[in-house]
């Protein structure tokens, strides 16, 4: 399907999104924080756009992605970005071999993202950082019924104008419905190993912009810290304890 879709996928995207695609890659970016000489691992990639705007900082960027009809355009379009075809749920990389690790709007496309998570974590430095930017629910009801009813109805009409292939945007829709919300996200993040684990609502919650770090080895006998101090970022939510009996 997205071998079909990879000649005009970005420019699909941008109608699909009515151009707030660019903002979401911002944002994703700032969220990474990429630095010149850092290895970073831009997953689900594409034709690449989001590993270029990564790689701007200096920071050599390894792009991952299933299909190789994305992969043949990506090299095409930018030849000086490192193109990887791997699964994301088996990474043909080493332990600790990066220093950042993010991944948009492809988390839901794999098979098992839990244990995709579990290899994200896995790849990464002690101390690295992981960013996923992914659909997810509006909190506000009426903003997500608007939301639905876009999916529903008028995103069709905008595929069949913007896309090479319709048919395959139909798995779009019924994908980001089936998707869970930012706290059940959340749990799965912090479940693969991840600490500081905090998210932030972006365009009234149709995007989330999730973080988590890989704990250093100083700290991985600690509990979770608390997640970063940034604007509009809500901390995952963690269980209750168990209540004790009192001693008799």
């Given at each position: 399907?997205?071998?079909?879709?990879?000649?005009?996928?970005?420019?699909?995207?941008?109608?699909?999104?009515?151009?707030?695609?660019?903002?979401?890659?911002?944002?994703?970016?700032?969220?990474?924080?990429?630095?010149?000489?850092?290895?970073?691992?831009?997953?689900?990639?594409?034709?690449?756009?989001?590993?270029?705007?990564?790689?701007?900082?200096?920071?050599?960027?390894?792009?991952?992605?299933?299909?190789?009809?994305?992969?043949?355009?990506?090299?095409?379009?930018?030849?000086?970005?490192?193109?990887?075809?791997?699964?994301?749920?088996?990474?043909?990389?080493?332990?600790?071999?990066?220093?950042?690790?993010?991944?948009?709007?492809?988390?839901?496309?794999?098979?098992?993202?839990?244990?995709?998570?579990?290899?994200?974590?896995?790849?990464?430095?002690?101390?690295?950082?992981?960013?996923?930017?992914?659909?997810?629910?509006?909190?506000?009801?009426?903003?997500?019924?608007?939301?639905?009813?876009?999916l529903k109805y008028v995103m069709?009409?905008?595929?069949?104008?913007?896309?090479?292939?319709?048919?395959?945007?139909?798995?779009?829709?019924?994908?980001?419905?089936?998707?869970?919300?930012?706290?059940?996200?959340?749990?799965?993040?912090?479940?693969?190993?991840?600490?500081?684990?905090?998210?932030?609502?972006?365009?009234?919650?149709?995007?989330?912009l999730h973080r988590g770090r890989?704990?250093?080895?100083?700290?991985?006998?600690?509990?979770?810290?608390?997640?970063?101090?940034?604007?509009?970022?809500t901390p995952s939510p963690t269980?209750?304890?168990?209540?004790?009996?009192?001693?008799?």
């Open positions: 399907m997205f071998d079909d879709v990879a000649r005009h996928y970005d420019r699909t995207n941008s109608v699909l999104s009515l151009g707030n695609s660019l903002i979401w890659r911002v944002l994703t970016v700032r969220a990474v924080a990429p630095q010149a000489g850092e290895r970073i691992l831009d997953l689900a990639a594409g034709t690449g756009t989001s590993s270029v705007a990564l790689a701007k900082s200096g920071a050599h960027v390894v792009a991952v992605d299933f299909s190789a009809g994305m992969i043949e355009v990506g090299k095409r379009k930018h030849p000086s970005i490192e193109f990887v075809q791997a699964d994301a749920t088996a990474l043909p990389f080493k332990t600790g071999e990066f220093d950042a690790v993010t991944i948009s709007f492809g988390l839901r496309n794999i098979v098992d993202p839990k244990k995709a998570l579990k290899e994200m974590y896995r790849v990464l430095k002690p101390g690295g950082r992981l960013v996923v930017c992914e659909f997810s629910k509006p909190p506000v009801a009426i903003l997500r019924a608007g939301y639905n009813a876009y069709p009409a905008v595929v069949d104008a913007a896309s090479s292939n319709p048919q395959a945007y139909g798995y779009l829709a019924e994908s980001i419905a089936d998707w869970p919300d930012q706290t059940i996200l959340s749990q799965w993040i912090r479940g693969a190993g991840f600490t500081r684990v905090a998210y932030r609502n972006v365009t009234a919650g149709v995007v989330a890989k704990p250093s080895r100083s700290t991985r006998s600690r509990a979770a810290s608390k997640p970063d101090a940034t604007e509009a970022e269980p209750p304890p168990t209540p004790r009996k009192p001693k008799p």
